[in-house]
């Protein structure tokens, strides 16, 4: 039985042997000053840098070192973390000094009445690469229109959140770096009470890990699917009157040169078919819910 008056603090590392003590440290220095109980766990992802030879070094009472024998991923980490955790609330954050830790004091009180808290990367200092903050806008703007309310950060590397949950819902939580997203997509799609707290987001120290690419694809596709579990007709409806449009656009023309084309009759199908498979995805997931 998981204590409920505790935090479980996780940070996933891999090769952050220039930050990590750091940021052991000063998560150490903010949880002592919480007057929580409080453990910390460390899941050294297969770094090759050393970096759980500079953890080992440190002289932490409530520190716990998780290795990893090969790189399984940041959410592989993090679920790696949950599993050796004793306390009810989790939190987690990055290892390379991005996020101003000492802000935990003005996040803690909202544990009381909210399931989750973000850290959300509003402040003053917004140091997010340049390439990477049209797609970090298009995916907070994406998310926010399939789970119909607003999400200012989707994947925020700093928040906190009951275990109970993510353990309701534990086979949804992907290995990769989607863990944070799916766990703000499914906090807010099951209308459980998310706090936001605006905290600056400082230069990262070392090279980071994202691939910008090949990531924010996968951030695309697991909102997807998130989105299909929970609310389908969010997916189905756009596209069921976008073909539907198409169609009668379609049989106007047909009607100016008094010929019904196939291209008319396929996109009315078409249109039909989205829709009575939207229909059925929401009947299924109505049933299950």
């Known amino acids: 039985m998981s204590d409920p008056k505790g935090l479980s603090m996780i940070v996933p590392c891999f090769n952050e042997a220039e930050s990590i003590n750091k940021t052991i440290e000063e998560l ?3 949880l002592k000053r919480s007057g929580m109980k409080y453990e910390i766990i460390v899941v050294d992802d297969g770094s090759t840098d050393g970096s759980s030879g500079k953890i080992e070094e440190l002289k932490i009472k409530d520190l716990i070192l ?22 009810e609330w989790i939190g987690i954050c990055d290892a390379d000094g991005t996020y ?47 789970a119909m309310r607003k999400i200012r950060d989707v994947n925020s590397g700093f928040r906190f959140f009951k275990k109970e949950v993510i353990l309701k819902f534990w086979n949804i939580f992907p290995d990769g770096f989607s863990f944070t997203t799916t766990s703000t997509m499914l906090f807010t799609m099951e209308n459980l009470k998310v706090k936001n707290v605006s ?53 106007g023309r047909d009607i100016y040169i008094r010929n019904l084309t196939d291209t008319t009759v396929l996109l009315f199908v078409f249109s039909l078919i989205i829709f009575l498979i939207g229909l059925l995805a929401d009947l299924v997931n109505r049933r299950q819910s």
């Not at 998780?66 to 306390?87: M, P, T």
């Not at 973000?118 to 806008?137: C, E, M, N, Q, S």
């Not at 910008?212 to 579990?229: A, G, V």
Request: aromatic share 16%; hydrophobic share 45%; charged share 25%.
């Open 66 to 87: 998780v290795k990893n024998k090969i790189n399984l991923g940041y959410g592989a980490s993090i679920k790696a973390g949950i599993r050796q955790s004793c306390f």
């Open 28 to 30: 150490d220095i903010s």
């Open 199 to 251: 905290i600056n987001y400082f230069k990262r120290k070392g090279k980071s890990k994202i691939r910008p690419i090949k990531d924010t694809y996968n951030f695309f596709l697991l909102i997807m699917r998130i989105t299909m579990l929970f609310n389908p007709l969010r997916i189905f409806m756009p596209v069921f009157f976008f073909t539907l449009l198409l169609s009668f656009g379609s049989l």
């Open 100 to 146: 101003p830790v000492e802000r935990m004091k003005d996040m803690i009180p909202f544990f009381k009445d909210h399931d989750m808290v973000i850290g959300i990367r509003t402040g003053d200092v917004k140091a997010v690469p340049f390439l990477r903050r049209p797609a970090k806008w298009f995916l907070n703007k994406f998310s926010s229109y399939l």
